[in-house]
């Protein structure tokens, strides 16, 4: 079992449209869960982040957490054309008093005109 | 405040060769990561920095790999003897100790084994 799992995608959506998408980790003692946007050949941008149960709202942005079914979700709404990109899924892990990140392998988004 | 920098962006080298590559954090950030990154995966950790000391080393670090970060500020990473299996993406983040200890990335070093 993977500690972080992602659908690879590609999810299509179209303009307009709410993109949900979903992440499921293992490790019952992870304590802070992370979205992160990257775009084709770039870097992982930082779009939301959530460390209680429930939903997290930001702009367009919803995260939820689910620590008792280890489950991790965002949603996008109103897509864009510009939201397309692999969205990762990142938990922690403290070690040695430092957050190690653990990402997924990240959902691609597509979103269609 | 200016993002998290890397240096090269790009490096092209040929197997056998050493490649040094340099981050510099956001600045007051005292926690630094460096993470590789290959075609369809997600970010893998290599290495963390509190300050000047490093604190964990991921089993992925072969011993052809050095890191550090000498006065708490810059660091750099460095591949011996380089083989094609490293050629990925080496991403850099940096976070502040306190708080959500949230992780910034770097726009990344890409290197090319040849």
């Known amino acids: 079992q993977k500690e972080v799992e992602q659908n690879s995608g590609p999810l299509s959506v179209p303009e307009g449209a709410i993109a949900s998408l979903n992440c499921t980790y293992s490790?019952?003692?992870?304590?802070?869960f992370f979205w992160y946007r990257q775009y084709s050949g770039k870097s992982p941008e930082l779009i939301m982040s959530?460390?209680?149960?429930g939903d997290k709202e930001d702009g367009r942005f919803t995260a939820q957490l689910n620590k008792a079914s280890q489950y991790v979700s965002l949603l996008i709404r109103d897509s864009q054309p510009s939201d397309s990109a692999t969205y990762l899924c990142?938990?922690?892990?403290?070690?040695?008093?430092?957050?190690?990140?653990?990402f997924g392998t990240g959902t691609q988004l597509k979103v269609e005109l | 405040d200016t993002g998290v920098s890397q240096d090269p962006r790009h490096k092209i080298t040929k197997r056998g060769q050493n490649v040094t590559f340099r981050c510099d954090p956001i600045?007051?950030?005292?926690?630094l990561y460096w993470y590789r990154q290959t075609l369809g995966q997600g970010p893998e950790f290599l290495t963390y920095?509190?300050?000047?000391?490093?604190?964990?080393k991921s089993r992925l670090l072969s011993d052809r790999f050095s890191a550090e970060r000498p006065k708490g500020s810059f660091s750099t990473l460095e591949i011996q003897r380089t083989e094609q299996g490293d050629s990925a993406m080496y991403l850099c983040?940096?976070?502040?100790?306190?708080?959500?200890?949230?992780?910034?990335f770097g726009p990344g070093t890409r290197l090319t084994v040849l």
């Open positions: 983040a940096s976070s502040l100790e306190e708080g959500a200890d949230t992780q910034y």
């Open positions: 490790d019952r003692g992870s304590q802070s």
């Open positions: 959530i460390y209680s149960n």
């Open positions: 990142a938990v922690n892990k403290i070690t040695g008093g430092g957050n190690k990140l653990t």
């Open positions: 600045s007051e950030h005292n926690r």
């Open positions: 920095f509190q300050n000047e000391a490093q604190l964990e």
